[in-house]
């Protein structure tokens, strides 16, 4: 192993924890103060940094690839949570549009290059993973022609939801790693996980109807 290679996965390995810390602290503090908008940010920076390092083994290094899809989700995820809060319900800039359509190429280059190479992959993972992000992007792409008031409506609940994807991506891929031997079980139950904390958000959101209006920008 290389001197640049191992520098490349400390640093990997050393940010998705910081992103981890700084993502969890961000879903519990006040949504309102100006904690949650400075670890939210922490957590971006930090996500940059995986993607970064990420994308550095798999093409340099030519580590694992099933590791590229959920750092594309967990990426775009977070590009878009992000998004949606500084629109503020606005229709989507030319940068909105071109992201969500490069990552649906990419998800489709993706499926292309494992079947193509024949490689080994979990369908319950991959499937849920591209589908995801898929999904993801395609909503992004739909707001183009969504009305501002359904935009501004959705806001936070957007916001809830991608942001809680990213973190949850990065929890499935760090667990997925440190825990192999309990594979797939501990690659999809932080998604479980997270899919249960995105309801209660969406059901604690229900209930406070404009809180964000006074809430740090992130």
């Known amino acids: 192993m290389t001197l640049t290679h191992t520098i490349n996965i400390a640093t990997h390995v050393t940010t998705g924890s910081l992103a981890l810390i700084a993502g969890l602290t961000a879903a519990v503090v006040s949504k309102t103060g100006k904690w949650h908008a ?3 940010r922490y957590f971006m920076w930090m996500i940059m940094v995986v993607i970064l390092t990420g994308l550095f083994g798999i093409f340099v290094f030519n580590r694992n690839n099933f590791l590229l899809v959920i750092t594309m989700l967990s990426g775009y995820a977070c590009f878009s949570g992000i998004r949606s809060i500084r629109l503020n319900g606005q229709k989507p800039k030319l940068l909105d549009c071109l992201v969500p359509i490069l990552a649906i190429a990419s998800a489709m280059y993706y499926i292309y290059y494992v079947f193509a190479l024949g490689m080994y992959w979990s369908p319950v993972i991959t499937y849920s993973t591209l589908g995801t992000l898929l999904l993801l992007a395609m909503y992004d792409l739909l707001k183009t022609v969504l009305s501002v008031t359904f935009l501004k409506k959705a806001i936070m609940y957007e916001h809830a939801y991608k942001m809680i994807t990213a973190l949850t991506a990065i929890a499935s891929a760090f667990i997925g790693t440190v825990f192999p031997q309990y594979k797939p079980y501990s690659q999809f139950m932080p998604s479980v996980t997270g ?16 809180f964000y209006k006074n809430a740090e920008p992130v």
């Open 38 to 40: 400075r670890f939210g």
């Open 195 to 210: 899919f249960v904390c995105i309801i209660i958000a969406f059901v604690w959101l229900s209930n406070k109807p404009g």
